[in-house]
T-cell receptor, first 112, second 113 residues
């Protein structure tokens, strides 16, 4: 079935470090890809999405590029801040995007 | 502002008891979803709905029922709760008009003892 794999369960960085969280997907068709962020005690929040090959999504300094060739949608940020500490989820949606399938999440901790 | 509210926010239930988690959305979205969140598994889809009167099974529906009596309300029902259902449950709403951006509630923490 359709699925998303996030290889890093936890990432620890210092402020101003460069961030990469890896996301690879497996889908029978042409999915839309999403990143969500979840802060402690809250529900996940939409960060951005991309719907076609080579499309870049971005928000709040985070970005990811849809790569159909490598089936990837890696999250990157050039300079992280302590306030970026959260859990990040990659997700894919098929058909009319009526259902989203989420990865296992990556907990980012940024030390001041 | 999109709003999805869940109740109760915290619940302790006994094994074999019945639990109902409720969700209300004021977004006028057609679709609503129930996910559970567990460490190492992320968010897994339990049930979802395309509109009032409809429910669909997600990836892990066993032990759960759902009910969508109106556009605004979507309930998750555990008829016979088990300790393995201890988790945090999230309700969400969305539809194609929002690009299926899902709006999540703040979660319901359930402990089954």
């Amino acid at each position: 079935g359709d699925s998303v794999t996030q290889t890093e369960g936890q990432v620890a960085l210092s402020e101003e470090d460069f961030l990469t969280i890896h996301c690879n997907y497996s889908a029978s068709g042409y999915p839309a890809l999403f990143w969500y962020v979840q802060y402690p005690g809250e529900g996940p929040q939409f960060l951005f999405r991309a719907s076609r090959d080579k499309e870049k999504g971005s928000s709040r300094g985070f970005e990811a590029t849809y790569d159909k060739g490598t089936t990837s949608f890696h999250l990157r940020k050039a300079s992280v801040q302590e306030s970026d500490s959260a859990v990040y989820y990659c997700a894919l949606g098929m058909s009319n995007y009526n259902v989203l399938y989420f990865g296992s999440g990556t907990k980012l901790t940024v030390e001041p | 502002e999109a709003a999805v509210t869940q109740s109760p926010r915290n619940k302790v239930a006994v094994t074999g008891g019945k639990v109902t988690l409720s969700c209300n959305q004021t977004n006028n979205h057609n679709n609503m979803y129930w996910y559970r969140q567990d460490t190492g598994h992320g968010l897994r889809l339990i049930h979802y709905s395309y509109g009032a009167g409809s429910t669909e099974k997600g990836d892990i529906p066993d032990g759960y029922k759902a009910s969508r009596p109106s556009q605004e309300n979507f309930s998750l029902i555990l008829e016979l709760a088990t300790p393995s259902q201890t988790s945090v449950y999230f309700c969400a709403s969305g539809d194609r008009f929002s690009g299926n951006t899902l709006y999540f509630g703040e979660g319901s923490r359930l402990i089954v003892v």
